[in-house]
């Protein structure tokens, strides 16, 4: 028996979790009043509530039971009493027959057309359970992949370069069954939370990975048969040519998806056995661009980051590996410096942020527009910050270097294990030591750790060997990951950083003049008050917000 849903029911379950706020919550209700749609129904389309989150909602409102990803059957259940089509279009899939009914997973649990005509089909009573869409058009497309359906995708392999094959297969990218499904792969990634789709053609299989929180994560893979079709889709969608399978091409695409307009980066590759594709995926309405929020404790790292964004001019260096968050903590520096009395310019490549109030510029190697030539551009434009996306060689450091003496703040990235690494990398790509250390002000080092789910956490008591390798007393309390729906089984959902924040101070600018090892530089740096990344992690670990594993993971190259 279903319990009646109640709207003011599902909002308090969800206020009460802190999955929406107030003011959400009252935009979906505008919503509902205005356009007559289900509360729940708003608050996903709108993006507000992953469909996830939704479905545990409204079963937890309904007195039903989420499914699973273990309780979708092998093989059809109720076999030709319920067509194909028919629960795709109602979006239902039986997924047991018991001796009190027909178990029935529904996208949709108050659709009561789809289940009096389930049972009547059936001859059954249903027992609805709630299913998360994203898994029940997966299970759909498993078990009748085909029934129904004209097989326009079937043979899809073009291996010719002529004109004729490649209008087929832009005929056969733009079908309704190939369209649908990669929707449904993306759709699923931002389910997920995933920053990159993975699509990668094998002599036998065609391979689909989610990087979800750093790490990447198989998934159920589309026939390989359809690898080209597949491509064909992601660079028609990116305006790329799809008749050019020879050499890499890389480009940009904007969906809505769930509610919520999300950016793509695609890049294409050809690999052994077709192209491999890499999208990308910058959904940047889940970022706030504060320090909280990004990792930083109150305390003396953020201190002296911000005493150092106060400065009127100077360089200040963001660094870490690729993929650790350096773009985003750029972007909360200027969101920071972003205000009405100052002029605020930026050279990326590429842009992947829009800030109302800052000029920004993609660069354009192609045409010569590149970091050098904008940064020296920049100086007649009255700038006072600057952001060059990263410093690659000795003519962007001049010129940043520059900048920075002649009354501007300068901030960049570069790509070293640590802070004092960056000291040593711009004195090896030829900048001279006494233009280091009358420009540069400071360098963040950082990296991202997955954090513990909130929901399945397990505390437990160190052990003396452990306590000892993190420098903590014998028996602290720590934390490690345990496994629940709400974090995919997996422990972790979401990161954060952890930093280390170095400032030049005088025995530092004396070590680069003497020409001192990265070794050495980060002794100083230490003995002058630097928290590592290590130990910023080990405070992390401490209060629960990461394993220590991960800790090691991230730092242990730093």
Known sequence: MVTPFDPAALAAWLLGRGLVDAESLQRA????????????????????????????????????????????????????????????????????????????????????????????????????????????????????RGDGERPAVDAVEVEGEGPDDVARLRDIASEAPVVRLVGQLIARAVDQRASDIHIEPFETRLAVRYRVDG????????????????VSRIKIMARLDIAERRLPQDGRLKLVVRGKEVDFRVATAPTLHGESVVLRILDWSAVRLDFASLGFDAGPPLERFLCQLDRPNGIVLVTGPTGSGKTTTLYAALARLNTPQRKVLTVEDPVEYQLDGINQIQVKPEIGLDFAGVL????????????????????????????????????STLHTNGAAASISRLLDIGLADYLVVSALAAVVAQRLVRVLCRDCRQPYDAPDELAARLGLPAGTTLWRPGGCPACGHTGYAGRTGVYEVLEMDEPLRRAVLARADAVELHRLAVAGGMRTLFADGVRKAVAGVTAPEEVWRVTQEA
């Open 29 to 144: 209700r505008r919503v509902e009043a205005e356009a007559g749609e289900r509360l729940d129904r708003a608050l996903t389309r709108l993006g507000l509530v992953p469909e996830r989150t939704m479905a545990e909602a409204l079963a937890a409102v309904l007195g039903l039971a989420v499914a699973g990803a273990d309780d979708y059957p092998d093989g059809p259940v109720a076999g030709d009493r319920l067509p194909p089509r028919f629960q795709r279009d109602r979006q239902v899939l039986a997924l047991e027959d018991t001796a009190e009914g027909l178990r029935l997973a529904m996208a949709d649990p108050l659709d009561g057309f789809a289940r009096a005509a389930v049972e009547m089909a059936a001859g059954r009573p249903v027992l609805p359970v709630v299913a998360v869409p994203a898994d029940l058009e997966a299970a759909l497309q498993r078990l009748h």
């Open 215 to 230: 790490v990447l994560h198989e998934q159920e893979g589309p026939p390989r048969r359809l690898a080209a079709a597949i």
């Open 376 to 411: 020296r551009s920049f100086l007649r434009h009255d700038p006072d910050v600057m952001m060059v996306g990263e410093i690659r060689d000795l003519e962007t450091a001049q010129v940043a270097t520059q900048a920075a003496l002649t009354g501007h703040l300068v901030l």
